[in-house]
């Protein structure tokens, strides 16, 4: 499978996903090598100091300090919920083979094109509803299913 096609962000559809920013950082800038330690303290330190937030930029930099510190990442993924009349939320996509992060909103007409009916998440949000055995099917049968 050629790399170009694995690239999640190339088959979005912008009615649905329209892109916010894409960020490319050159490899130069790029942190080469980093600790879990090192990461925590930025977190907790510089990440926070930033003047004008940007969190593609905070989440581009979190994820190239998670490799240099030794995680085997492909990609890394951040969807968040919004209270917007036109969007349901964002996504951030970071990608290691085309060295981009790229952000979309989704539309709420997204939510209703793609069915998630049987996603595990979706009834742990919405049902509130937790399914052991969907996760581990040798759960005992008391553990199985309940209301959360």
């Excluded at 907790?44 to 930099?61: C, K, N, T």
């Excluded at 490799?67 to 990442?73: E, M």
């Excluded at 989704?106 to 009834?123: C, F, I, K």
């Amino acid at each position: 499978m050629a790399t170009a096609s694995r690239n999640p962000s190339n088959s979005l559809d912008e009615r649905l996903f329209p892109p916010i920013q894409m960020l490319e950082r050159p490899v130069a800038e790029r942190p080469q090598h980093d600790t879990l330690e090192g990461i925590i303290d930025w977190l907790a330190g510089p990440a926070q100091q930033v003047g004008v937030p940007s969190l593609i930029g905070e989440f581009d930099e979190f994820a190239w300090r998670m490799l240099a510190a030794g995680f085997p990442l492909l990609r890394a993924t951040l969807q968040l919920r919004t209270l917007h009349p036109q969007y349901l939320g964002a996504n951030f996509v970071w990608w290691r083979t085309t060295g981009r992060t790229v952000s979309y909103y989704v539309t709420h007409e997204a939510q209703d094109l793609y069915g998630h009916e049987d996603n595990p998440v979706r009834r742990v949000l919405v049902d509130r509803r937790f399914d052991a055995a969907l996760m581990c099917p040798t759960t005992s049968s008391i553990f199985r299913s309940f209301t959360i």
